[in-house]
C-alpha cells in the first residue's frame, strides 16, 4: 500500500475480544484502552485521547512514534493511522481524490467498511460513488485485484476515517484480562518466549528466577526490562530465589544416597523449581506455573520426565512450547527482542550430571526420594 501520510487517528481493530459477550467485551475494551494509553505515555508518545468506539479503539494523535508503540500491544490486530472528516460523502470523496492527488499511483481502489450500520449507504455504494470523484476528478483507473493504491474507508457512528495504510499488530489479548501466571525465567532462549506467548493471551506475569550467577541474573533482569515493554502498566514482579540456598540442599542429600543417585539432579532440581513456585503463585493469586520447556528439545524434556517433575505440584503446570522447535522459538525470540540478551555468555549448569535420567519412571522416582528424606511428591 502507499506511503505514509499525514494522520490525525489512529483507527485500532481489535479482533477476539470482538467475540465475548458484552459485558466481558467491555471490560476487555477498557483494559485495551488502558494498555494502549500506558503504552504510548511510557514512550513519550502525545495523544490527546484514547476511546473505544463501534468495535474499534480510537487513537487521537499524529504522532509517528505512536506507530512503533501500537506494534507491541497485545490484542490489536491490525490498525491504521487516518484521516478523521465528517460522515458526509462528499467530504469523504474530496479526502479521497486529496490523498489520490497526492500519490503516484495510476491504479486505484476504495475499500469501505461500514462499521457503522445505519450510515444511508451501502459499502458498495460508497465504493462506487467515490471511486467514481477519483477517476473524473484525477482520471486514475480501478483496479480491485491489484492496485498501486488502496484507500480504506471506515464509517463509524461519529465520523469517519479514511487511510491508506493497515498495519498488522500482535494480535492475543489485552495484557491482564486473563489473569496471573508465574513464569520460571531463567535467562535461557526458551523461558522469556514462553512468558511472552501467556501475555499474549492475556496473562500478567510474575517471574521467578532461581539465581545461579552474577552474570545470569543480569541477563534476567535485562530479558524482564524487555519483556516489560509489551506489559505496560500491569508491572512484572521479578522474584530471585538463591539457587545455593534453596535448591542446593536438597541436591546434596540426593547426592548422599549413592553415586547413582546424581542421575536424578535435574529432576529434583526442577520439583524444588516447582515447589517453591506454587507456593509463590498461592500467595500472589496466581494460577498456573510456566516453563520454557519444549518436548524432547534436551534429552532431559522427555514426556516421563516432564511427567515426573509434575508430580512435585498440584498446581497447574504450562508449556506453551511444547510443540515449538527451536528454530521456531528462535524466531520468535529474536521478534521479541530477548535473543540478543539470552545468547551472550552462555551458561551451563555445573551440577547437571553427565547422564541424567531421561526416562524417569515414577516408582523409581519415588524410592530415590525416600532413600534422600526427600518429601518431594505431592
Ligand atoms: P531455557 O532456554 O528457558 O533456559 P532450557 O532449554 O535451558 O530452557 P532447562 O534448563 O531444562 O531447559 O529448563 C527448563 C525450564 O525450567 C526453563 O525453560 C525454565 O522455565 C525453567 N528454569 C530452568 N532454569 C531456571 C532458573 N535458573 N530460574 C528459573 N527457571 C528456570
Ligand atoms: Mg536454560
New binding site residues.
Given amino acids: 500500500m502507499g506511503n505514509s501520510m499525514k494522520f490525525d487517528t489512529i483507527l485500532v481493530r481489535y479482533g477476539e475480544i470482538g467475540t465475548k459477550s458484552k459485558t466481558v467485551r467491555s471490560r476487555f475494551e477498557r483494559r485495551l484502552v488502558e494498555n494502549i494509553s500506558e503504552r504510548l505515555n511510557a514512550s513519550n508518545v502525545s495523544f490527546s485521547s484514547v476511546e473505544a468506539r463501534d468495535s474499534r479503539v480510537l487513537v487521537y494523535t499524529s504522532d509517528e512514534k505512536a506507530l512503533e508503540s501500537l506494534s507491541k500491544v497485545f490484542g490489536i490486530v491490525s490498525f491504521s493511522p487516518a484521516t478523521r472528516v465528517e460522515c458526509d460523502l462528499d467530504t469523504i470523496a474530496s479526502k479521497c481524490v486529496e490523498i489520490a492527488c497526492s500519490s503516484n499511483a495510476k491504479t486505484f481502489a476504495i475499500r469501505t467498511q461500514r462499521v457503522f450500520k445505519k450510515f444511508p449507504y451501502t459499502s458498495m455504494d460508497i465504493n462506487r460513488i467515490v471511486g467514481q470523484r477519483v477517476v473524473d476528478e484525477l482520471g486514475l483507473r480501478v483496479d480491485l485485484e491489484n492496485p498501486e493504491l488502496e484507500i480504506g474507508i471506515e464509517i463509524l457512528s461519529d465520523a469517519c476515517y479514511v487511510f491508506m495504510q493497515r498495519i498488522d499488530g500482535l494480535g492475543g489479548l489485552p495484557v491482564s484480562v486473563s489473569g496471573k501466571v508465574v513464569v ?3 535467562a ?4 522469556p518466549v ?1 512468558a511472552w506467548l501467556m501475555m499474549k493471551r492475556g496473562c500478567s506475569i510474575i517471574a ?3 539465581k ?1 550467577s552474577e552474570s ?1 541474573y543480569s541477563k534476567f533482569m535485562e530479558i524482564c526490562d524487555v519483556l516489560q515493554e509489551y506489559a505496560y502498566a500491569s508491572k512484572i514482579e521479578r522474584i530471585v530465589v538463591s ?1 545455593e540456598k534453596r535448591i542446593l540442599p536438597v541436591l546434596e542429600k540426593l547426592w548422599n544416597v549413592s553415586r547413582k543417585a546424581r542421575k536424578w539432579t ?1 529432576i529434583v532440581c ?1 520439583m524444588m ?1 516447582y515447589r517453591i513456585a506454587e507456593k509463590i503463585a498461592r500467595t500472589h493469586n496466581a494460577h498456573a506455573i510456566v ?3 519444549s518436548l524432547a ?2 534429552a ?2 522427555t514426556l516421563e520426565n516432564l511427567d515426573a517433575e509434575s508430580r512435585a505440584v498440584k498446581i497447574n503446570i504450562l508449556r506453551p512450547l511444547i510443540g515449538f522447535d527451536k528454530d521456531e522459538i528462535v524466531k520468535l525470540a529474536k521478534k521479541i527482542g530477548t535473543y540478543r540478551i539470552s545468547v551472550k555468555k552462555p551458561y551451563t549448569c555445573p551440577y547437571a550430571p553427565k547422564y541424567p535420567e531421561t526416562h524417569a519412571s515414577l516408582e523409581e522416582l519415588s524410592k530415590i526420594l525416600e532413600k534422600a528424606d526427600l518429601n518431594l511428591l505431592a
Fill in positions: 520460571l525465567l531463567s535461557g532462549i526458551d523461558s514462553a521467578v528466577h532461581f545461579q545470569e539457587y535435574c526442577k523449581m516453563t520454557g520447556d528439545q534436551v532431559s524434556q
